[in-house]
């Protein structure tokens, strides 16, 4: 039986909610077009440096980006 992957962050969500894409992310924050990929699909998890800056270059509220736990 899969294990089902845990989902942390709406990254993708929020990137489609603005018509952006991960690569547009990337090239704004000058980051690798891989490690934002992975945060997309929840992989790997930004720290929270990169999660502020994420919610800026979006112009969200970083709570935005997160998946609710309650």
Do not use: H
């Not at 704004?28 to 790997?44: A, E, F, P, V, W």
């Amino acid at each position: 039986m899969p294990v089902k992957k845990k989902i942390y962050n709406r990254i993708k969500s929020v990137l489609a909610e603005k018509n952006k894409t991960n690569i547009w992310l990337a090239d704004q924050l000058g980051m690798n077009k891989t490690t934002i990929s992975k945060y997309c699909t929840n992989d790997i998890q930004p720290s929270m440096e990169t999660l502020f800056a994420i919610a800026e270059t979006l112009d969200v509220d970083v709570r935005e980006l997160l998946v609710k736990t309650k």
